[in-house]
């Protein structure tokens, strides 16, 4: 004999139906909030495809070999190329990248490893954050003041060395976050198995923590890397700029933001389109840094 199903119990599940119904007064609010949401961050994405295209536009017609390999015409002339500022921002690059990353990496793991909760990593992580926030140009003036004015580098002022010591300072913050944050991320089951066996602490972080926080760790390295390649401000007090190809790390150096400053306000068209060249070699590059990160991020997911 079959128990039917008592009325109240139907009704009630007829109520509780789990089917979608736009007719509802929420279910209307949420289709226009989700809209609302929607064409805010259109908004908010418009800017960057315009500038990206434009620059495109402006700077990839005059992309050649002749444009990657030569030096820029004096004042007025046209041909020539961006050569030494290409060469200049990978000298500049590498050497605030051999400063930012051992001193980043080494601080996140300090703060991680080391001195989790005392009063001098709270103060080391809020002088990071306030750091990261510092205007660029801060930087550019006071490793002016710290070694271009003083000539510490065997009495040259201007200098590629200068220029890296400060973009350095600006991959500092963004190094050490990635750094802490990452580490924070790795279990702390593998800490205590390292323990365990016997592995002291520097071994289970060389051997253990380190590398499977590597990517985070690269993910913010990328990431410092594309933003002092995109700096000007504080190459404009300290590494100057330079017709020619570069003469080592204690003189003045071209670089392509600098260049792009410095052609862009010139009154001659040559030198005009020569920026927007650069504008979109350097774009590239720090676009393809940007997707290296989100490879690096998603091939750990994988």
Same mark, same amino acid.
């Given at each position: 004999? *079959?128990?039917?199903?008592?009325?109240?119990?139907?009704?009630?599940?007829?109520?509780?139906?789990?089917?979608?119904?736009?007719?509802?007064?929420?279910?209307?609010?949420?289709?226009?909030?989700?809209? !609302?949401? $929607?064409?805010?961050?259109? +908004?908010? +994405? !418009?800017?960057?495809?315009?500038?990206?295209?434009?620059?495109?536009?402006?700077?990839?017609?005059?992309?050649?070999?002749?444009?990657?390999?030569?030096?820029?015409?004096?004042?007025?002339?046209?041909?020539?190329?961006?050569?030494?500022?290409?060469?200049?921002?990978? +000298?500049?690059?590498?050497?605030?990248? /051999?400063?930012?990353?051992?001193?980043?990496?080494?601080?996140?793991?300090?703060?991680?490893?080391?001195?989790?909760?005392?009063?001098?990593?709270?103060?080391?992580?809020?002088?990071?954050?306030?750091?990261?926030?510092?205007?660029?140009?801060?930087?550019?003036?006071?490793?002016?003041?710290?070694?271009?004015?003083?000539?510490?580098?065997?009495?040259? *002022?201007?200098?590629?060395?200068?220029?890296?010591?400060?973009?350095?300072?600006?991959?500092?913050?963004?190094?050490?976050?990635?750094?802490?944050? $990452?580490?924070?991320? +790795?279990?702390?089951?593998?800490?205590?198995?390292?323990?365990?066996?016997?592995?002291?602490?520097?071994?289970?972080?060389?051997?253990?923590?380190?590398?499977?926080?590597?990517?985070?760790?690269?993910?913010?390295?990328?990431?410092?890397?594309?933003?002092?390649?995109?700096?000007?401000?504080?190459?404009?007090?300290?590494?100057?700029?330079?017709?020619?190809?570069?003469?080592?790390?204690?003189?003045?150096?071209?670089?392509?933001?600098?260049?792009?400053?410095?052609?862009?306000?010139?009154?001659?068209?040559?030198?005009?389109?020569?920026?927007?060249?650069?504008?979109?070699?350097?774009? !590239?590059?720090? /676009?393809?840094?940007?997707?290296?990160?989100?490879? !690096?991020?998603?091939?750990?997911? *994988?």
């Amino acid at each position: 004999m *079959s128990v039917s199903t008592p009325p109240t119990t139907r009704l009630f599940t007829e109520r509780l139906s789990l089917h979608y119904d736009p007719s509802l007064k929420r279910n209307r609010f949420n289709q226009i909030a989700t809209a !609302i949401a $929607g064409f805010f961050a259109v +908004v908010a +994405v !418009i800017p960057l495809f315009l500038v990206i295209i434009y620059v495109l536009i402006q700077g990839g017609r005059l992309l050649s070999l002749q444009l990657l390999t030569e030096l820029p015409p004096a004042p007025g002339l046209e041909g020539g190329g961006i050569g030494n500022a290409i060469l200049g921002t990978i +000298v500049v690059t590498l050497i605030a990248s /051999l400063i930012a990353i051992p001193v980043g990496v080494g601080g996140g793991v300090y703060l991680s490893e080391y001195a989790q909760n005392g009063w001098f990593s709270r103060f080391v992580r809020f002088g990071n954050d306030v750091l990261a926030g510092v205007p660029s140009i801060i930087c550019g003036v006071f490793i002016y003041s710290l070694i271009v004015a003083t000539r510490i580098f065997f009495d040259q *002022s201007f200098s590629a060395m200068a220029g890296g010591i400060a973009l350095s300072v600006l991959m500092l913050p963004t190094v050490i976050k990635t750094t802490y944050e $990452g580490l924070l991320l +790795v279990p702390q089951e593998l800490r205590w198995g390292a323990y365990g066996v016997g592995a002291s602490r520097f071994v289970t972080i060389t051997r253990i923590t380190l590398p499977a926080a590597f990517t985070p760790i690269a993910t913010g390295v990328v990431l410092g890397i594309a933003r002092a390649a995109g700096e000007t401000a504080p190459l404009i007090f300290t590494a100057l700029f330079s017709p020619f190809w570069p003469e080592g790390v204690f003189n003045p150096i071209a670089t392509m933001s600098v260049l792009i400053f410095n052609f862009a306000i010139m009154p001659y068209e040559a030198q005009n389109e020569l920026a927007w060249a650069a504008s979109f070699v350097l774009v !590239i590059m720090i /676009l393809g840094a940007n997707l290296l990160a989100r490879w !690096i991020s998603r091939a750990s997911r *994988s």
